[in-house]
């Protein structure tokens, strides 16, 4: 069986050292082979390789642990079965190990914990990590039974027990692969060969792929044929949802693919948009709230794309804007890409504040693609206006400053919040905006009297 695991943790804590003692097959962007790896010092693009385990074919996926590179990161998570978080023994958690395990708990994706450089700690470093790390699980909403092994990647010190402990969390769980859909296949390198012609790198999410098959790349809108596909240097004739391949297509140059274009089938449901509504939640420890018309970074598909978010809510039959939403809190959310990408229901996204420091959580959200029918958005106006007695008679002041805005709330509804009565205002009183109210209970001078008014909103 085809599995992928994600490597994830801070930068420099050896998450490529462990790909290299694990790796039997080096692939695409494996080991830091790019270019930019080698002038940079890190892996600034997510690097694939893979080994036998028992039943299992393995493909790694080296996630960059930099903090510039955390959107990368986030694209392994979703094409990863479980992953690993690498911490180093002597240094303990930093943040991008708290940023990845944050990641790794909203997309649920089961986790091992290896805490590397063992061979260069001393024993009280190696438990005050282990401690920490520890506890931060416990802290955690989806993985507080993740193992912890101990291991030095320089060595091969704990290697097998790793070995073991990935064994027996991947025979514990129901791995289940959409074979039956559409196919897709999110494109993460595009290259020439010489004497081949394009070939585009992937793990495919969902349905089947032959030799032969006519697809479609998009964005972009470009039919291909696929000529050839290989899995880790192996050549066959078809591959399926899970399968990590690469491909030989015809009808597209790989300078026109881009990171975000999707390898589709001619049946895909997918959606070319700037626009959709989506279903969100907060990060509890997120510092700061979410407003209409707040620019973020959105993460889904291997691709983060600038957007403005307006949050809102469904209140009688309406989308009422909210003015704000506080961490733990979920609402649901037009979101305006500033680009077109590749959507489709219940893609799951991720809400980032890249603006923000390294040094600060800049996860604020995550939730999935509910639909493509935009809602009219309005905004709730509240007035609160309260029960007076004048010349014998009950009616209510401050809802309106002038007999002529009075005017305008005849007909309208209204109610007293502390008593559960209704009322709807049939005539102003005086001149000074007062309002006649007739309620389906008994009021009392000084009751508090609410006014909803729904109106557009932008």
């Given at each position: 069986?085809?599995?992928?695991?994600?490597?994830?943790?801070?930068?420099?804590?050896?998450?490529?050292?462990?790909?290299?003692?694990?790796?039997?097959?080096?692939?695409?962007?494996?080991?830091?082979?790019?270019?930019?790896?080698?002038?940079?010092?890190?892996?600034?693009?997510?690097?694939?390789?893979?080994?036998?385990?028992?039943?299992?074919?393995?493909?790694?996926?080296?996630?960059?642990?930099?903090?510039?590179?955390?959107?990368?990161?986030?694209?392994?998570?979703?094409?990863?079965?479980?992953?690993?978080?690498?911490?180093?023994?002597?240094?303990?958690?930093?943040?991008?190990?708290?940023?990845?395990?944050?990641?790794?708990?909203?997309?649920?994706i089961?986790?091992?914990?290896?805490?590397?450089?063992?061979?260069?700690?001393?024993?009280?470093?190696?438990?005050r990590?282990?401690?920490?790390?520890?506890?931060?699980?416990?802290?955690?909403?989806?993985?507080?039974?993740?193992?912890?092994?101990?291991?030095s990647?320089?060595?091969?010190?704990?290697?097998?027990?790793?070995?073991?402990?990935?064994?027996?969390?991947?025979?514990?769980?129901?791995i289940?692969?959409?074979?039956n859909?559409?196919?897709?296949?999110?494109?993460?390198?595009?290259?020439?060969?010489?004497?081949?012609?394009?070939?585009?790198?992937?793990?495919?999410?969902?349905?089947?792929?032959?030799?032969?098959?006519?697809?479609?790349?998009?964005?972009?809108?470009?039919?291909?044929?696929?000529?050839?596909?290989?899995?880790?240097?192996?050549?066959v004739?078809?591959?399926?949802a899970?399968?990590?391949?690469?491909?030989?297509?015809?009808?597209?140059?790989?300078?026109?693919?881009?990171?975000?274009?999707?390898?589709?089938?001619?049946?895909?449901?997918?959606?070319?948009?700037?626009?959709?509504?989506?279903?969100?939640?907060?990060?509890?420890?997120?510092?700061?709230?979410?407003?209409?018309?707040?620019?973020?970074?959105?993460?889904?598909?291997l691709?983060?794309?600038?957007?403005?978010?307006?949050?809102?809510?469904?209140?009688?039959?309406?989308?009422?804007v909210?003015?704000?939403?506080?961490?733990?809190?979920?609402?649901?959310?037009?979101?305006?890409?500033?680009?077109?990408?590749?959507?489709?229901?219940?893609?799951?996204?991720?809400?980032?504040?890249?603006?923000?420091?390294?040094?600060?959580?800049?996860?604020?959200g995550?939730?999935?693609?509910?639909?493509?029918?935009?809602?009219?958005?309005?905004?709730?106006?509240?007035?609160?206006?309260?029960?007076?007695?004048?010349?014998?008679?009950?009616?209510?002041?401050?809802?309106?400053?002038?007999?002529?805005?009075?005017?305008?709330?005849?007909?309208?509804?209204?109610?007293?919040?502390?008593?559960?009565?209704?009322?709807?205002?049939?005539?102003?009183?005086?001149?000074?905006?007062?309002?006649?109210?007739?309620?389906?209970?008994?009021?009392?001078?000084?009751?508090?009297?609410?006014?909803?008014?729904?109106?557009?909103?932008?």
């Amino acid at each position: 069986m085809n599995v992928n695991i994600g490597l994830f943790g801070h930068i420099d804590h050896g998450k490529t050292e462990l790909a290299k003692r694990l790796t039997e097959i080096p692939s695409t962007s494996a080991l830091d082979k790019p270019k930019e790896s080698k002038l940079r010092g890190i892996t600034v693009d997510l690097g694939f390789s893979s080994f036998k385990l028992d039943k299992y074919n393995v493909t790694l996926v080296d996630a960059p642990g930099h903090a510039e590179l955390i959107r990368t990161a986030i694209g392994a998570g979703s094409i990863i079965d479980m992953a690993i978080l690498v911490v180093d023994a002597k240094e303990g958690p930093k943040t991008q190990t708290g940023e990845h395990l944050l990641v790794l708990d909203l997309l649920k994706i089961p986790t091992i914990v290896a805490i590397n450089k063992i061979d260069i700690a001393i024993e009280e470093e190696i438990k005050r990590t282990r401690t920490l790390m520890e506890q931060i699980l416990k802290s955690t909403k989806n993985l507080k039974n993740s193992k912890i092994v101990l291991i030095s990647a320089k060595t091969g010190e704990g290697i097998e027990k790793l070995k073991e402990e990935i064994k027996n969390l991947l025979d514990s769980l129901e791995i289940k692969r959409d074979v039956n859909s559409f196919f897709k296949m999110p494109i993460d390198h595009a290259f020439k060969i010489k004497g081949v012609g394009t070939v585009v790198t992937g793990t495919i999410h969902k349905g089947r792929v032959r030799v032969g098959d006519s697809l479609k790349i998009l964005p972009i809108n470009y039919e291909v044929k696929v000529k050839s596909i290989q899995c880790f240097k192996k050549s066959v004739d078809k591959a399926e949802a899970g399968d990590r391949v690469g491909m030989n297509i015809i009808g597209v140059e790989p300078e026109n693919i881009f990171r975000g274009c999707i390898l589709t089938s001619k049946d895909s449901k997918l959606r070319v948009t700037d626009q959709f509504v989506a279903k969100i939640r907060v990060v509890d420890l997120f510092k700061y709230n979410l407003a209409p018309k707040m620019k973020v970074h959105l993460h889904m598909n291997l691709l983060t794309v600038t957007a403005t978010i307006i949050p809102f809510t469904h209140y009688k039959g309406h989308s009422i804007v909210l003015k704000e939403v506080k961490a733990g809190s979920s609402c649901y959310c037009l979101i305006k890409l500033d680009e077109k990408i590749v959507v489709e229901e219940k893609d799951k996204i991720l809400i980032l504040r890249l603006d923000l420091p390294p040094t600060t959580l800049r996860i604020a959200g995550f939730g999935e693609v509910l639909s493509f029918d935009i809602p009219e958005l309005k905004k709730l106006v509240i007035k609160e206006g309260r029960v007076v007695k004048k010349k014998g008679r009950m009616v209510v002041e401050g809802l309106a400053q002038s007999k002529a805005s009075a005017e305008r709330l005849v007909g309208e509804k209204v109610y007293i919040p502390s008593k559960n009565i209704e009322g709807k205002i049939i005539d102003t009183f005086g001149t000074k905006g007062n309002l006649l109210v007739e309620f389906n209970g008994e009021v009392e001078h000084g009751d508090k009297v609410i006014l909803e008014r729904i109106r557009s909103w932008g």
